[in-house]
């Protein structure tokens, strides 16, 4: 199991490569390091190009993107994810979704708390609508995307 935690939470005075290696903190993992380094690199080609640049100064996507192959240095099956896009360019929330998406179809179990609801319930089997801590509306992401409760009160009068 990893969690990328709302805010990112990387170390902004180490650099990308050693904010990922951290990731990899199982004996497991640590023995299939460079390769899960490579699997990152492969995912997010971006993150590699600034290997040596400190955390801190990436941009809000970059270090969304290093959040997330922080977590998947471990190797999880389960995968944690708190609002992933929140502060992000639209650009960003689609190439995260679509590793995510990705992750999903390969055999990983996500469970994912965001706000977009489009995004969040376009990915999700199953979705749970809180509304002031109370469920309100539960199903397969994609029915839900198509309730007229949800519809009205979450993608406005445009997604009609």
Known sequence: MALVPEGRRLFARMTVRENLELGAFTKRSQAEKPARL???????PHIRERERQLAGSLSGGEQQMLALGRALMGGPRLLLLDEP??????RIVETIFSVLSELHRQGMTIFLVEQNVQAALTLAQRAYILEGGRIV???????????DHVRAAYLGPLAR
């Not at 490579?38 to 997010?44: A, L």
């Not at 896009?85 to 639209?90: D, E, F, T």
């Not at 509306?137 to 309730?147: A, K, Y």
Request: charged residues 20%; proline residues 4%; hydrophobic residues 40%.
């Open 137 to 147: 509306g539960e199903g397969e992401g994609r029915i839900l995307l198509h309730d």
């Open 38 to 44: 490579e699997q990152v690199y492969q995912i997010f």
């Open 85 to 90: 896009s929140i502060g992000l360019a639209p």
